[in-house]
C-alpha cells in the first residue's frame, strides 16, 4: 500500500508522524511505502509553454511508484498488488494517477480518502500566477524564459517573498496540478468521461463536515471544553472570500440566500457558523457523488463511503480532512501524545475508537489484498472475517445511498441533497467564471485608465479619446 500524503500540495511531508498510518501496516499485514515529493511552487509551477515541465510534484509520485515496482519484492510485497492511497490532496493526486497514461500498470487498486480530481482543491490552471508570483520575486517578465531564468537565480527567501505576493493578492491561491499535455492530456473530469481509468477496483469517500478546519478562527485544542463558535454574517462573508476567494459581493449573498433559514430573510438570524460549515463541506463532497457515478457507469467497482463517527471532540465538530488519517491508519491504537499531534486531530483512548480503527484498517488491508474490502484472500476457503464483518456492497449508479463508516457500520445513508449539489455543481462555477472574466475587465479597463492618465501608453494601448 504506497500512501500518499495530502495538505493542499504545498506542506507537510510524507515522514510527518500524523501523515503515516503506521499499525496498519502490522495490524492489516501489508507493506506501507510512504514518500516525499516537491510541494508549492518547487512541485508545481507553471508557465503553460513547456519552459519550466508542469507538475513535477507528481512526476516524483510517478518516480516513487516506479520505485515500488522495481524493489518492493526485496521487501517481501508483490509489485503485482500495489494499491495508491491518499488523503485529500492525496487522495486527488490517486485521483491523477487514476487517469494519467504515464501511471498505467503501476498499481492495481486505489482508495481516496477525502479528495478527487473533481474537486475544487485538485485542479487548477495557475500560469497567471506563475508570473505574478515572478513579479513578487524580483522576475517581472513576460516572457516564460526570462522569468524562469530570473528565477533560477533568485535565493530561498526572494523565492519565499514571491510566494507571499501572489497569496495576498490572489487570496491563498496554491500552485497545483494542471492540465500540461503529457502527465494529464485533458481535465480529470473529461479524461474519466472517456473511460481512460487505469484500475478496476476503487474504495473512496470522505468525512461529513470535513471542511470544518476552515471555519474556526484558528485551530483550536482537542482537549476539554468546546463552546460552539458563533459567526456573524460579516464573519461569514469574510471566510467565503479568504478560504475560498468568493469575494463578489453578489455571489456571497446569493450563497447565504441558498444555505439559509427564514430568520435570515426576517432579519432574526445571528450566527452563520452552521451555513458556512455546510457551505465548505458542499463545494469539497458535491464532486464526490460525480466521482463515484463515473466509474460505476464505466464498468468499474465502486465502493463508497461517508465517515459520520464522531471522536472525542464535541459532534458541533464535525469530522475534518486530517481526522480520518488516525481513524484509517491506526492512531487510536497508538499512545495517545504519539498520534495526536495538533488542532482537532484528536481522538480519545477509548475502546470504541480502538475498536473502530481495526475494523476500517481490516477493511482497507482486505482491499488492498483482493480489490474487495470483504476478503482478505481470494481464495474463499482460506478467508478469514475474525472482527465479524458487515458485508460491504458495492455502489451502483443510480442507487442513492452509501455505506455508513461509523462504530455502527454499515448503514445506509442518503448522499448529498440533489438540490444543493446543483447549486454547487452547475450554477455556482458559472457565477464564479463569470465574475472572473468581469474582474478582469476591470483590470484590464483600469490598467488602461491609468496608463492614460500618467501618458505612458503608447499606440493601442491607449483608450480612445
Given at each position: 500500500m504506497v500512501w500518499i500524503h495530502g495538505e493542499g500540495f504545498y506542506a507537510v511531508a510524507g515522514s510527518v508522524s500524523e501523515q503515516l498510518p503506521i499499525p496498519l501496516s502490522s495490524y492489516g499485514k501489508v507493506i506501507v511505502v510512504s514518500f516525499n515529493y516537491r510541494l508549492g511552487m518547487?512541485?508545481?509551477?507553471?508557465?503553460?509553454?513547456?519552459?519550466?515541465?508542469?507538475?513535477l510534484g507528481l512526476f516524483d509520485q510517478r518516480e516513487a511508484l516506479k520505485w515500488v515496482q522495481e524493489n518492493i519484492a526485496a521487501f517481501g510485497g508483490d509489485p503485482g498488488r500495489v494499491t495508491i492511497f491518499g488523503e485529500s490532496a492525496g487522495g486527488?493526486?490517486?485521483?491523477?494517477?487514476?487517469?494519467?497514461?504515464?501511471?498505467?500498470?503501476?498499481?492495481?487498486?486505489?482508495i481516496l480518502q477525502s479528495g478527487n480530481a473533481l474537486c475544487e482543491i485538485g485542479y487548477a490552471d495557475l500560469v497567471e500566477k506563475t508570473f505574478e508570483f515572478g513579479k513578487g520575486a524580483g522576475c517581472d517578465f513576460n516572457n516564460s524564459k526570462d522569468l524562469v531564468d530570473c528565477l533560477r537565480g533568485r535565493s530561498l527567501e526572494e523565492l519565499k517573498d514571491g510566494y507571499i505576493f501572489m497569496n495576498v493578492h490572489a487570496r491563498h491561491i496554491e500552485f497545483t496540478p494542471v492540465v500540461d499535455g503529457h502527465f494529464l492530456h485533458d481535465t480529470p473530469l473529461k479524461l474519466m468521461q472517456q473511460g481512460h481509468l487505469n484500475v478496476d477496483n476503487v474504495l473512496h469517500g470522505d468525512l461529513l463536515n470535513e471542511r470544518f478546519c476552515f471555519t474556526i478562527y484558528g485551530r483550536l485544542a482537542s482537549r476539554g471544553y468546546f463552546p460552539p463558535p458563533v459567526l456573524s454574517l460579516d464573519d461569514f462573508k469574510n471566510h467565503l472570500a479568504n478560504s475560498f476567494k468568493?469575494?463578489?459581493?453578489?455571489?456571497?449573498?446569493?450563497?447565504?440566500?441558498?444555505?439559509?433559514?427564514?430568520?435570515?430573510?426576517?432579519?432574526?438570524?445571528?450566527?452563520?457558523?452552521?451555513?458556512?460549515?455546510?457551505?465548505?463541506t458542499s463545494i469539497l463532497l458535491c464532486p464526490v457523488n460525480p466521482f463515484a457515478n463515473l466509474l460505476s457507469t464505466a464498468g468499474k467497482t465502486v465502493y463508497r463511503y461517508p465517515t459520520t463517527h464522531h471522536p472525542s471532540p464535541p459532534i458541533w465538530a464535525g469530522l475534518t480532512d486530517e481526522d480520518d488519517i488516525p481513524i484509517f491508519g491506526g492512531g487510536p491504537l497508538l499512545h495517545k501524545r504519539e498520534y495526536v499531534p495538533r488542532g482537532m486531530s484528536g481522538f480519545s483512548d477509548g475502546a470504541e475508537e480502538a475498536a473502530f480503527s481495526r475494523q476500517i484498517m481490516?477493511?482497507?488491508?482486505?482491499?488492498?489484498?483482493?480489490?474487495?474490502?470483504?476478503?482478505?484472500?481470494?481464495?474463499?476457503?482460506?478467508?478469514?472475517?475474525?472482527?465479524?464483518?458487515?458485508?460491504?456492497?458495492?455502489?451502483?449508479?443510480?442507487?442513492?445511498?452509501?455505506?455508513?463508516?461509523?462504530?455502527?457500520?454499515?448503514?445506509?445513508?442518503?448522499?448529498?441533497?440533489?438540490?444543493?449539489?446543483?447549486?454547487?455543481?452547475?450554477?455556482?462555477?458559472?457565477?464564479?467564471?463569470?465574475?472572473?472574466?468581469?474582474?478582469?475587465l476591470k483590470t484590464m479597463l483600469a490598467d488602461q485608465v491609468a496608463a492614460h492618465s500618467t501618458g505612458t501608453c503608447d499606440g493601442d494601448s491607449c483608450p480612445e479619446q
Open positions: 518547487l512541485g508545481f509551477l507553471n508557465t503553460g509553454d513547456g519552459e519550466i515541465p508542469a507538475n486527488a493526486s490517486v485521483n491523477f494517477h487514476l487517469v494519467s497514461p504515464l501511471s498505467a500498470g503501476l498499481f492495481r487498486g486505489a468568493i469575494d463578489d459581493p453578489l455571489i456571497q449573498d446569493t450563497i447565504v440566500f441558498e444555505l439559509s433559514d427564514s430568520a435570515h430573510i426576517t432579519g432574526d438570524k445571528t450566527d452563520y457558523f452552521k451555513e458556512l460549515t455546510d457551505a465548505f481490516r477493511y482497507w488491508s482486505n482491499f488492498a489484498k483482493t480489490g474487495n474490502p470483504n476478503l482478505s484472500t481470494q481464495d474463499p476457503k482460506e478467508a478469514n472475517n475474525p472482527l465479524d464483518l458487515e458485508e460491504w456492497q458495492p455502489f451502483k449508479y443510480g442507487e442513492r445511498y452509501n455505506e455508513e463508516l461509523d462504530s455502527g457500520f454499515p448503514t445506509k445513508e442518503g448522499v448529498m441533497k440533489a438540490k444543493g449539489c446543483h447549486f454547487w455543481t452547475t450554477i455556482f462555477p458559472k457565477m464564479m467564471a463569470q465574475s472572473f472574466e468581469l474582474s478582469k
